[in-house]
């Protein structure tokens, strides 16, 4: 397949396809960026001005909200993102019609359930399993905010389905997490606390909700003058089984750490939790990947471009690869002095803990893009298989391996689980796509990633892992020159330089 996109795609087609991932791509990544820094931003203020309690009771209100809110959106944001790409390749309106309409409609309906259930089992949640009596209020207030939160996210879906990446991200990692912050700030000022931390929440969520559909109504005028033709099955039909295949990686994100609470000692937890939040942030170029990629697929594969996507897949995979690998050879070389730096130095023991966790989190980069390219192509079948595949292998290492090895169990158990993951997904993909993703392109970041990693071991062999954290900042900044210079002097392949060029332009734009 490879050779027939070298014959049969003329090199200015081929460009134009990297250039709107990269153009996607990086709109997404400062997207996500700014919401992730802001979120921080407030976390910070809401613990230091409100104390530990009415934090910890705020905390658990929106992880509450957050699963309902999951549920509640039925895996419809994946169905808009499939169905409106496809539909907008055709020039369909009527159809695209259809599908946000639907989806609005059940959307509400079970937002609406899903809030007057969290409503009235309130005082079950907070009292018999939290035992936190007060936690009930704040449930109640919580409850208001999901149907907000849920057209939030079909209409940010719905400007990622037409490739309108800068919408998506101004709604959703802007403006919602912006206006959070300056309405919390503003309660806090008027002398509320926890209330006024929760109403801001809603109301930024009412206020985002209203915003993404002014932005619907703006990139698709079509909704006012279009008889939509209702698809309503099929969006079900392909966004169910997602659905269900979501509460499964759910499910899994929250095993290593219950079966270890389970096994062992809270102390365990904690370690092992502090490794997992700073091992999770890696997976950021892949947030920002995806997000673009997800409606291209769909895109090409109606059209039965099947040349353009399996270089498109191969070029996402390797690029999402290359920016990652150095974040895994930086905690991998510098975890001792990461984790004392960001929790202190009781958490020092869960250094190897780190490392493990960062490799998982590169396969995580390298599984993901499979998971979504099957998604994408109508296979969402499979995927939930993969999910429950991959839930129970999870579960069963963790019973084997926690009673013996503790938290470094739980993460070798982890990392087994999904590099078996990789494996299954790579088969399907070659299989039933006829893709395989890996080429010669891989060597170059790989070699670079080597060169990276003998630098930085050489420079932290004699450090102390109490070192103040400029003089770390300075052995991962000669780490990252490493790979950067080992990169470019093996010369950039042709897409690189694309990318490159294209987050260029992007940059001065902005200026």
Not at 90 to 99: E, F, S, Y
Request: with cysteine; charged share 15%; aromatic share 12%.
């Amino acid at each position: 397949m490879t050779e027939r996109i070298k014959s049969s795609e003329q090199p200015e087609v081929l460009e134009k396809l990297i250039k709107q991932v990269a153009m996607g791509g990086g709109i997404a990544l400062g997207g996500i960026i700014t919401g992730k820094a802001v979120t921080f931003g407030l976390h910070v203020l809401l613990g230091r001005a409100m104390g530990l309690e009415a934090y910890g009771l705020y905390a658990l209100g929106i992880s509450m909200m957050k699963i309902a809110q999951f549920i509640a959106l039925l895996g419809l944001s994946h169905g808009i993102v499939r169905f409106c790409s496809l539909y907008r390749g055709v020039g369909d309106n009527a159809r695209i019609k259809g599908i946000i309409f639907s989806a609005l409609r059940i959307s509400l309906a079970s937002s609406a359930i899903t809030s007057v259930i969290l409503f009235v089992c309130s005082p079950l949640i907070g009292q018999r399993f939290f035992h936190e009596p007060n936690l009930t209020w704040v449930l109640h207030i919580f409850a208001l905010a999901i149907p907000f939160y849920v057209v939030t996210s079909i209409t940010s879906s719905f400007a990622q389905s037409l490739r309108r990446i800068d919408i998506q991200q101004r709604v959703q990692n802007v403006f919602r997490p912006v206006v959070n912050l300056a309405l919390v700030c503003l309660a806090f000022l008027l002398g509320f606390r926890l209330s006024g931390a929760i109403y801001g929440f809603v109301a930024s969520g009412a206020l985002s909700a209203g915003l993404g559909l002014y932005y619907l109504c703006k990139i698709f005028p079509e909704i006012f003058t279009s008889t939509p033709v209702y698809s309503t099955n099929k969006l079900l039909k392909f966004s169910i089984p997602i659905f269900f295949t979501g509460i499964l990686y759910l499910l899994l994100g929250y095993t290593d750490r219950i079966m270890l609470g389970y096994f062992r000692q809270a102390n365990e937890v904690g370690v092992y939790s502090a490794a997992y939040i700073i091992a999770s942030q890696i997976p950021i170029f892949l947030g920002a990947f995806l997000t673009i990629f997800s409606p291209m697929v769909s895109n090409l594969y109606h059209k039965r471009d099947y040349g353009k996507l399996e270089y498109l897949f191969k070029i996402v995979k390797k690029t999402i690869f290359s920016l990652s690998l150095p974040l895994v050879i930086i905690l991998s070389v510098f975890s001792k002095n990461i984790i004392i730096i960001v929790f202190g130095p009781g958490f020092i023991i869960g250094w190897m803990v780190l490392i493990v966790l960062g490799f998982v989190q590169l396969i995580i980069t390298e599984t993901a893009p499979a998971g979504m390219l099957l998604q994408m192509t109508g296979k969402q079948n499979i995927e939930f298989v993969n999910g429950i595949v991959l839930l129970f292998t999870n579960i069963g290492l963790n019973i084997w391996l926690i009673p013996q090895y503790g938290v470094m169990g739980a993460a070798v158990a982890t990392g087994i689980s999904l590099v078996f993951m990789h494996i299954l997904r790579l088969i399907e993909v070659a299989k039933i796509l006829k893709i395989v993703p890996y080429d010669k392109r891989y060597f170059k970041p790989l070699i670079a990633g080597v060169f990276a990693m003998l630098v930085g071991i050489t420079l932290n062999i004699t450090a102390s892992p109490n070192m103040h954290w400029i003089w770390v900042l300075t052995r991962i900044i000669l780490s990252l020159i490493t790979y950067v210079g080992v990169l470019l002097g093996m010369g950039l392949d042709w897409e690189d330089k694309i990318v490159l060029s294209a987050v260029k332009r992007r940059i001065r734009t902005l200026k």
